[in-house]
């Protein structure tokens, strides 16, 4: 009898995820759709679906709601919650990755280097003083993110000998490499002694969309969409390097190639958003983390559900940060750490029978 | 979806695994010195000999973990260097010594991961797969455990997960590396018992390191007795385990008397009050 049962579990399983998946994906919207609506001024969520739809049937409504309304919805806020969502995603994607390949709960999507590294780059732009715009983008995107690439190459050709990268050395060499980023971004910081521009470079640390633009949105979309998919595609060779190396190479899976391949596109992924957005700590560490807790580490449905929680966790953290203290604007990374510290350990606290190894 | 085959090193016949004058040495130390074998279809291969003798790293080289500085080892008559990863896993499959597993995966999963070197490159699984999987578990005796997570499984329980995923791979050739050093004696018995019978009736070309004499004598066809890199002797469990021999390799007084049942030897220590 247990046998017969058994199978048919087995066998419902994707179809299971598969709604799980599409559940999660009328969440992001229902969230995005009520933040659009939500603000320094509200309107009625009602409205906001209506103005939707006149966009895409474009049909005529002249009169139904001030102008104004318009420019709000879809000049400032749904460009800022769209770059949002994507950053969500793609932190929170990248973090699954990371924990996955260097076998570490604890790793998030800045372990090597790409925090201090798009630190360093945002900071040699601030302290330059280069256009803060710029089509809509600005230098300190740019720096940032050659910045976040250019560190976490260095470490992995630190940490590579004779053709093999052991997953400790890598953690080592990020750590070196980031406090010696870190120094000379404090020395920068110092050296410029121009309060303005200090108090810039801590806000961009923290993370933050104020400035988010269509042009940031067209740019990051593609970057992510190719960079998830492709990792997507891997998500069944991260399982088996959940065993170890020995085993995985046993099993058919050229180790050093896969690792290579996996970080570089995660770190491609996660030097993209951190240059549009800021540094934004916690989401790339706590929604996968939250996700394996819940629906067990199978990597093939890990990837695509922290996309998705990803998505809505900087939504609604981007929601709150933008109204808490409003008019004034909290950096994200304070409400990620705010909120999803305590959530992660009510998690830890209920599952912790699962961690014990 | 299957994965075309991208060498023409595969087909579904009967594997051999031949390795010809393989040296291998670990930071200038000699590990392995000269090793000859020839792992046949349908035969179950021993390998014994003390800590140290060589007996992982010969697994190792055999599973191309390690490349042999000197020798060769080939498959089907083709150097193993030649082979793709997956083409490899497709023929080759390891149980490795009592590794860790992580925890957090069902053994439905786990076992699913032998299917890596099949699946298509979004590893997706099809319903042959499933069924294959399947098949592996019943034969183990763990399907009944499919859902649970394999850090709630025994010791037994878990090694014979493994041994699922490596059926799981299909192979024609599989390496054990003390498959049962951990087991209760039950355990010890009936996964030895699953092997050979898998062996037979899968014709695989199977070798598996023993600590334990007894064990190897009553279920190998041949044994290699392996000492500091070298094979020293080879031959029937009869041949190999002579008192002379052991006493030299081992360094250990003991004795050897036919089983009661079926008169496959049996080595006894002698020590304590019992040495005359």
């Known amino acids: 009898m247990e046998r017969a049962s058994d199978r048919e579990d087995v066998q419902r399983r994707p179809r299971r995820r598969g709604l799980l998946l599409l559940a999660g994906l009328v969440a992001v919207m229902i969230v995005a759709l009520l933040e659009v609506a ?9 409205t906001v679906a209506a103005m939707f739809w006149q966009r895409v049937t474009g049909g005529s409504t002249v009169g139904a709601w001030p102008d104004a309304w318009e420019t709000v919805i879809f000049e400032i806020r749904l460009p800022r919650i769209l770059l949002a969502m994507l950053v969500g995603a793609a932190l929170a994607q990248s973090g699954a990755v990371y924990q996955g390949v260097f076998r570490n709960p604890l790793a998030d999507p800045y372990l090597i280097g790409v925090s201090a590294g798009a630190g360093l780059g945002a900071t040699i732009a601030i302290a330059l003083g280069l256009p803060l715009h710029w089509e809509g983008l600005g ?25 093999r990268s052991s997953v400790v050395t890598l953690v080592l060499a990020g750590v070196a490499v980031g406090a010696f980023l870190s120094a000379v971004m404090t020395f920068l ?11 810039h470079v801590l806000g961009w640390m923290m993370g933050s969309f104020a400035l988010a633009s269509w042009a940031k949105v067209y740019l990051l979309a593609p970057v992510l969409a190719a960079g998830g998919g492709l990792l997507w595609a891997y998500a069944h060779r991260l399982n088996v390097l959940q065993l170890d190396d020995d085993q995985a190479q046993q099993l058919g899976v050229p180790v050093e190639r896969t690792r290579l391949i996996v970080i570089g596109l995660a770190t491609l992924v996660t030097s993209a958003a ?50 808490v203290l409003s008019p004034a604007e909290l950096p994200v ?22 961690l014990a190894r | 979806m299957l994965r075309k085959p991208r060498t023409a090193m595969l087909d579904d016949g ?48 055999l599973s191309r973990l390690l490349n042999p500085a000197g020798g060769s080892v080939q498959l089907n008559g083709q150097s193993l260097a030649g082979w793709q990863p997956a083409d490899l896993a497709r023929v080759l499959a390891v149980v490795p010594q009592d590794r860790e597993l992580p925890s957090a995966f069902t053994a439905w999963e786990t076992v699913l991961m032998g299917r890596t070197p099949y699946l298509g490159w979004m590893g997706k699984e099809t319903r042959r797969d499933r069924d294959i999987v399947r098949r592996a578990m019943e034969e183990t005796g763990v399907f009944h455990l ?31 590396d ?99």
């Open chain 1, 274 to 323: 951190v240059s549009m957005s800021g540094v934004i700590g916690f989401v790339g560490l706590i929604v996968p983390h939250a996700v394996r807790l819940v629906w067990g580490p199978d990597h093939r449905f890990l990837l695509p559900m922290s996309v998705l929680c990803g998505a809505v966790f900087m939504v609604l953290a981007d929601g709150l940060a933008r109204t």
């Open chain 1, 189 to 199: 910081m110092f050296r410029a002694r121009d309060a303005f521009r200090t108090v």
């Open chain 2, 146 to 176: 499919a859902h649970r997570l394999v850090g709630q499984l025994s010791g037994g329980e878990r090694q014979r997960v493994v041994v699922a995923r490596a059926l799981a791979q299909q192979p024609r050739v599989l390496l054990l």
């Open chain 1, 38 to 46: 939500w603000g320094s001024f509200s309107i009625p969520p009602a």
């Open chain 1, 139 to 163: 230098a300190v995107s740019l720096f940032a993110f050659v910045g976040a690439l250019a560190a976490t190459a260095v470490i992995y050709v630190l940490a590579r000998s004779g053709g």
């Open chain 2, 178 to 276: 003390e498959p049962t050093s951990h087991l209760d004696i039950s355990y010890q018995v009936e996964t030895l018992s699953l092997i050979v019978r898998l062996v037979r009736e899968q014709a695989l070309a199977a070798l598996a390191i023993f600590h334990d004499l007894n064990l190897a004598a009553q279920y190998c066809d041949e044994l290699v007795l392996l000492n500091l890199g070298r094979i020293v002797a080879r031959g029937a469990p009869d041949q190999v385990l002579t008192p002379e021999l052991l006493q030299q390799v081992y360094r250990a007084e003991v004795v050897v008397v036919p089983h009661p049942l079926n008169g496959l030897p049996a080595v006894f220590p002698v020590g304590g009050s019992g040495s005359v």
């Open chain 1, 333 to 354: 990374g304070v409400v990620t750490a705010f909120c999803g510290a305590p959530f992660f350990l009510y998690l830890l606290c209920r599952k912790r029978h699962v």
């Open chain 2, 14 to 61: 009967p594997a051999t695994l031949e390795a010809c004058q393989v040296t291998f040495s670990f930071n200038g130390t000699p590990v392995l010195d000269g090793v000859d074998l020839c792992l046949l279809p349908g035969r179950l291969l021993g390998v014994i000999g003390p800590n140290g003798a060589g007996k992982s790293t010969l697994v190792r080289v």
